[in-house]
């Protein structure tokens, strides 16, 4: 079946813009993760749904950052005022229904760069 | 405050022979810990994984050894084929957390 995708796979802005990246998890997939991972280092915890609801929301770096799973499929991590820094790649994961022996799916990723 | 450490940003290792990569972690509260292999372009993937009441799980190729009391973990791939070229994280979780802390990274590269 179909993996975890994430769109676009490149983003080019200009400082100051806002972006929006987006993520659709393996189908029937509860648990939904933002992740970041800047280079040279290992993917950074950002955000955790389960269902619809932000269950751990306390990776977003600060209040530019937000996003949402109306639904409980898709999800959109909004940054917004985008500064240099946020420049990374953004993977998203999804899992069954969580529990200590579970295994994250993750997508490709969006690469955002900030000019 | 890196919390997971993978000293060693890379390895060389001939084809054939075991490639070790190790990871140290600072919190004794993890109790699961997780290897992930990543290629270029694409995301991390799964790779194996063990909790904290074993001390060694294997997977084919791959083993797992967790050393609490030292809080070290290690994965050994024997033997090393050339499609085992990739980044490698190790990446830890707390029972009570979904999310996952990653260590830094290791790229593996084998030589034929």
């Known amino acids: 079946g179909a993996g975890v995708s994430q769109t676009p796979s490149n983003k080019v802005t200009e400082k100051g813009k806002y972006v929006e990246l987006r993520c659709d998890p393996i189908?029937?997939?509860?648990?939904l993760y933002w992740y970041r991972q800047s280079l040279g280092q290992g993917p950074e915890f950002l955000i955790y749904?389960?269902?619809?609801?932000?269950?751990?929301d306390s990776g977003l770096p600060n209040d530019r950052f937000f996003a949402v799973r109306p639904e409980g499929s898709v999800s959109t991590l909004k940054i917004q005022r985008t500064e240099r820094g946020d420049s990374a790649v953004y993977l998203c994961?999804?899992?069954?229904?969580?529990?200590?022996?579970?295994?994250?799916?993750f997508g490709p990723g969006t690469r955002l760069t900030v000019l | 405050d890196q919390q997971v450490k993978q000293n060693s940003p890379s390895l060389s290792v001939q084809e054939g022979r075991i490639s070790i990569l190790n990871c140290d972690y600072t919190n004794s509260m993890f109790d699961y810990f997780l290897w992930y292999k990543k290629y270029p372009a694409e995301g991390p993937t799964f790779l194996i994984s063990?909790?904290?009441?074993?001390d060694k799980n294997e997977d084919g190729r791959f083993t797992v050894f967790l050393n609490k009391s030292a809080k070290h973990l290690s994965l050994h791939i024997v033997p090393s084929q050339p499609g085992d070229s990739a980044v490698y994280f190790c990446?830890?979780?707390?029972?009570?957390?979904?999310?996952?802390?990653f260590g830094q990274g290791t790229r593996l590269t084998i030589n034929p």
């Open positions: 189908s029937g997939h509860t648990a």
């Open positions: 749904f389960q269902g619809t609801g932000a269950a751990d």
């Open positions: 994961a999804s899992s069954t229904t969580p529990g200590l022996a579970h295994e994250q799916f």
């Open positions: 063990i909790s904290s009441i074993k």
């Open positions: 990446a830890v979780r707390s029972g009570g957390a979904q999310k996952l802390v």
